[in-house]
């Protein structure tokens, strides 16, 4: 496979991962409960650091 290819899946699966952190926060806001849609935030930014870090591996 490609490093396009690579990077497209990569984009992909950062753009799939944002919109479910999305839908969260905008439940958490709906119930008022904002530490929980802080929390997801954290969550999801170091998901996806490490998902960039193991991609970036793989390359090299």
Known sequence: MTMI???HMLEEQVR???REI???NREA???GDRRKARRAAR???RGGLQ???ATLWKWF
């Open 16 to 18: 799939e991962q944002r």
């Open 5 to 7: 290819y690579h990077h």
């Open 22 to 24: 999305e839908a969260v």
């Open 43 to 45: 969550t999801a930014s």
């Open 29 to 31: 806001w709906k119930r």
């Open 51 to 53: 998902m960039v870090i």
